[in-house]
């Protein structure tokens, strides 16, 4: 078998763009698109806005974890961190430690950046902004406003058995398995 020829991808163009669907959180939009080769090709694009995961660390050996009905799955037995949409304007930072109050009711002392990606990289443009909390401290109470559609059981589990969950796809949240995968290695 020969090695392919290396080359450099060559960008399409946006003949057309077709707004499908908005709500205040997702746009699905239908592009036309052209091929390096000339040819043309109906794109479909789903747009969110950047969004935060958090794992907050209560020691070494703890971490917080919440779990909630997931709609689109149609369960909610599985764990996961902390997670939530960017507010427009809003910083990465801001947004981690705005959903550490809404979700656990406490904000980071320490907020640590291990990971920005794009959560899936052919038809959704999102990206996503991994952290590490530490050195939790308890919000004040009429700071603690969580989101009308979430409805969290939060627990202290340990690190040991997250990472065994993660291990074994229990915790399927690809956000929360970067984090506890990162973090795992970090303890190496």
Known sequence: MQAAKPMTPQPWKTLSTREIYRNPWIRLREDIAELPNGKTTIYGVCEM???????????????VMVRQYRYVFGEGHRWEMPTGGCKPGES???????ELIEEI????????HINTHYTSKSVCHEVAH????????????????????????????PFADV???????????????????????QRR
């Open 130 to 157: 991994l952290f590490i909390a530490r050195d939790l401290i308890r919000a004040a109470d009429d700071a603690i406003a969580p989101d009308d559609t979430e409805f969290l059981e939060v627990a202290i589990l």
């Open 105 to 112: 009711g406490h904000r980071a002392g320490v907020l640590q």
């Open 92 to 98: 990465p930072e801001a947004s981690a430690q705005r």
């Open 163 to 185: 990472l065994k969950m993660v291990l074994d796809s229990e915790i399927r949240d690809a956000m929360t398995v970067i984090a506890v995968l990162w973090a795992a290695r």
């Open 49 to 63: 806005n950047a969004c935060v995961g958090v794992l907050p660390f209560v020691d070494d050996e703890h971490v």
